[in-house]
């Protein structure tokens, strides 16, 4: 961690660290389950949903960067439930996955006054890394704009976080110094990392398991269950800025 320094503006991920996309998932692939078993009693929705995950963890995007991000889901979710169904199952499957999923994210009531209230003192910026399209659909949802300074989604850029280069755009929005900026997210390999390489005054790791910070790598500056908690750590830092 850096020192001598005094907070002047945070920067966010959002993915799991202001929202519960996971929780979205779980929403929206139960949905899917249930409209599977509708139109198919014998289809094995679940074996079809866990070959679509793996499917979408080896290839978020079409690797030939031909296909569209939509596109290219659907044809994941027919690879999914293989060409023993019809193309049209494989679209009700994919609009019934990110209807529902988009419907259930949102700011938590918390984490909007606590945006509120931080940004009445820093400025706040909001990094995340992933497809323009599919960040930009969330964001919307979400109505983040209102809370942020400026917002960077990785999809547009050269890199994605760890990267340097997208946080010294960061920077660049911000109008702030590497050491006058925390970085705050879920991820020890893209937000932790990040902000390590790119020289942030902290790295504020988001871990609801609450594991020992002591023994990951690369090592937070402060690990915190919830991103409600980042007030305490802004407390500290202010104390620490305050030494003489």
């Not at 529902?100 to 509120?116: A, C, D, G, M, Y």
């Not at 109505?143 to 990267?163: E, Q, R, T």
């Not at 790119?198 to 609801?208: E, F, I, K, R, S």
Request: charge should be negative; charged fraction near 25%.
């Amino acid at each position: 961690m850096a020192a001598g320094s005094r907070v002047g503006a945070i920067i966010f991920d959002l993915d799991n660290t202001l929202i519960e996309t996971n929780q979205a998932d779980i929403v929206a692939y139960n949905e899917v389950k249930r409209m599977l078993k509708e139109e198919d009693p014998q289809c094995d929705a679940e074996d079809v949903i866990q070959a679509f995950k793996q499917y979408l963890l080896e290839m978020q995007l079409d690797p030939t960067e031909i296909m569209p991000v939509d596109e290219w889901r659907t044809e994941l979710w027919q690879r999914a439930l293989n060409s023993y169904y019809a193309n049209d199952l494989a679209i009700k499957a994919y609009q019934t996955w990110k209807a529902t999923r988009l419907q259930n994210i949102h700011f938590s009531e918390p984490v909007k006054q606590l945006l509120s209230d931080l940004h009445r003192n820093y400025k706040l910026l909001l990094l995340t890394n992933g497809d323009s399209q599919v960040q930009w659909e969330k964001i919307a949802q979400i109505g983040a704009k209102h809370y942020f300074d400026g917002i960077l989604v990785s999809g547009d850029h050269p890199h994605p976080k760890p990267h340097p280069s997208i946080f010294a755009l960061a920077f660049r929005v911000l109008g702030a110094s590497p050491s006058e900026c925390i970085m705050v997210g879920d991820s020890l390999n893209t937000d932790i990392q990040g902000g390590v390489n790119a020289g942030v005054l902290a790295t504020v790791w988001v871990d609801p398991k609450r594991q020992n910070p002591e023994m990951v790598f690369p090592r937070p500056d402060f690990s915190i269950a919830s991103v409600l908690d980042v007030r305490k750590v802004l407390e500290e830092l202010s104390i620490v800025d305050k030494i003489p």
